[in-house]
């Protein structure tokens, strides 16, 4: 078995990390953010290798990736409802990926990226809400 320790993509091709999230991530009223649930990748990445012909981008940048260029409407099986099928249609994300010291990395295109991140500071997701519950009734006699 082959482990790849190291890549050079070809051409315009990079390569970045594969960061997801690890826990949920709420609104400030207390609603988890959808884009943002625990196991959906990040919007950010960072670059671990270029290819020759990509231009103004550089490895360690962190960028941001446009997941719409990767949106795949899928059909799950239709359920009977009143004598009608009705189709269930999914959006799906494919990214094409590769194994980097057995860990997954994105394998994009410069096109795939919306822009660099120059400047940044890192703010701690929004915790999840306190919920309070009330007090248990009870009967004195």
């Not at 990736?65 to 099928?85: L, Q, W």
């Amino acid at each position: 078995m082959l482990v790849a320790k190291k890549i050079k993509p070809m051409f315009t091709s990079l390569i970045t990390t594969m960061d997801k999230y690890e826990t949920d991530n709420f609104t400030k009223s207390g609603i988890i953010d959808a884009s943002k649930q625990k196991g959906t990748l990040k919007e950010y990445q960072k670059v671990i290798s270029i290819g020759s012909s990509v231009r103004d981008i550089k490895v360690g940048d962190i960028v941001s990736i446009n997941p719409a260029r990767f949106a795949v409407m899928k059909h799950k099986e239709g359920s009977f409802k009143d004598g009608v099928i009705q189709d269930n249609q999914v959006l799906e994300y494919k990214f094409d990926t590769i194994k980097i010291d057995n860990k997954d990395h994105l394998l994009l295109q410069d096109r795939d990226i919306e822009f660099i991140i120059e400047e940044y500071e890192e703010v701690e997701d929004a915790p999840a809400p306190t919920v309070i519950q009330p007090p248990k009734p009870s009967i004195l006699i």
